[in-house]
């Protein structure tokens, strides 16, 4: 399998984009993901992925400013990436690098051994959440439908750049 042939739209299928999720805290929004994931796809443990994304958290915010996280890890129980889209109800504090409070999380979890796969993903996705008429079409989509139709549109138009 060719590694760039894994693009977002094959690993963010419509189920996994989340609209008004509850926040509360940076904890309580990786352990929704975590349960919410393991409940997706059965090979995974909920605990197991929430102590991988929180010890990455303890490594530095993955908060990239703007309002925007995108918490990643590595699970040995993942064989292919898997993302998920979050827009949260409310915006919380991530400890972001420009302290500003986060209501849209993308999250990726890859492989033990994916390292090109991991950080071109990575790339894509910071690409999408980096341009300000995206985030700003994003926390105004009024439901799921419209969320992932934009979430969708983004990343094949940079998919196709």
Known sequence: MCVNSM???????????LFDVPGGSKKRVLEFYSTFI???????????VFSRLIGRER?????????????????????APIA????????????????DPVDLVFVLLVPEEADDTHLSLLGQVATIMNDAD???????????????????AKIREQSAA
Request: include cysteine.
């Open 7 to 17: 693009t977002l739209e094959t690993i963010l299928p419509p189920e996994r984009v």
């Open 38 to 48: 393991a409940q997706n796809i059965p090979s995974l443990d909920s605990q197991e």
């Open 59 to 79: 490594l530095g915010s993955t908060g990239i400013g703007n309002g925007v996280a995108i918490p990643h890890a590595r699970s040995p129980h993942c064989t």
């Open 84 to 99: 998920g889209f979050l827009k949260l109800a409310e915006a919380i504090d991530f400890d972001a690098i420009d302290g």
């Open 134 to 152: 995206t985030r700003q079409q994003l926390r105004k989509a009024a439901s799921q439908r419209e969320l992932l139709e934009l979430i969708t």
